[in-house]
């Protein structure tokens, strides 16, 4: 792997050579083993699902969960996926990851359909390497709707604004074959990628979720209030219903409760949990 980053590293002239070399080996180095071991992970079954609560702003009651991916790393221990989602698109791996986590997550929520709540939904967040091949994401979905027998209404799949802005002719019509098994489709992050906002029509789009960077200083910043304000009035004149992410205090708990927001996450409720936590903690309700 060394030779193959010197290789490129000495074809951009001698000059650069040694600087660039040392520098590119190092980096090349670095993801070619965070992608070996990430292979070896999904084999290994170091990969874990976290799973963070779906609050009613209006009732407090728990009508979801959001399936949250962590690497249990043998040395490094629990690592966020912002330390390996990227090498996971970038090596292609984020399709087998993603098949897995759908498998389950599904799995996972039937029972807890069964022993927890009725009815209680299921959030999965879809990469940009997923809806590439949209066929196989179709027969992935369908499959863990088969093999967990959970109504298909009760899963969500998220996805943000720069993937579906993205060729939206042919996420439209991925995105209405998965609507027409009867999924729900999110908007995450919303309000951070450019968009048109014309595909909130041509979508089956179900829900918005807020980025936290509104929520943050929702209770002092009249500017993200208005914000919040306007994607509200929108949403729901679309019949769109609105989760806010990032919810942290009761101060941005009220303002949201007072603006009519329908739903929150956020460690004012709870941060993402391991499964055995979070039956413990909703186990009861
Ligand atoms: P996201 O889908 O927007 O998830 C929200 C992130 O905010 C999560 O970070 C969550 O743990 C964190 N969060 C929740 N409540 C709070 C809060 O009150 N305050 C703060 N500061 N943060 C909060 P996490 O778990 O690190 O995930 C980061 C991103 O990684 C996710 O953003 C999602 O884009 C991606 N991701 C996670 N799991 C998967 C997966 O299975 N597949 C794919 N493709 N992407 C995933
Ligand atoms: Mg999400
Ligand atoms: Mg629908
Ligand atoms: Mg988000």
Redesign the pocket.
Known sequence: HADVAMYFAKEKGRNNYQFFGAEMNARAQERLSVENYLRLALRRNELV??Y?PRISVATGELVGV?????WQHPRRGLL???RF?EV??DSGL?VP??EW?LEH?CALIADWQKRLKPGLRL?????V??VVDGERLYKAVSQALTISGIDPATLEL?L?ESILMQNIAEKAALLNRLGELGVGLAI??FGTGYSSLSYLKTLPVDSI?I??SFVRDIHSDPDDLAIIKAILAMAHSLRLSVVA????TEAQFNALRDLGCDEY????????LPAAEFERKYGNK
């Not at 959030?123 to 990469?127: A, W």
């Not at 992410?245 to 942290?248: A, C, H």
Request: charge should be negative; charged fraction near 20%; proline fraction near 4%.
């Open positions: 699902i976290h963070q959001e399936a949250l991916i962590r966020p996926p912002g989602i996971a698109e984020i990851i993603g986590v997550a959030s999965v967040n879809l990469s390497g997923q998220e943000t995450d992050d979720k980025d936290s992410e990032g919810v942290e996450q956020g460690y004012y409720a709870s941060a993402a």
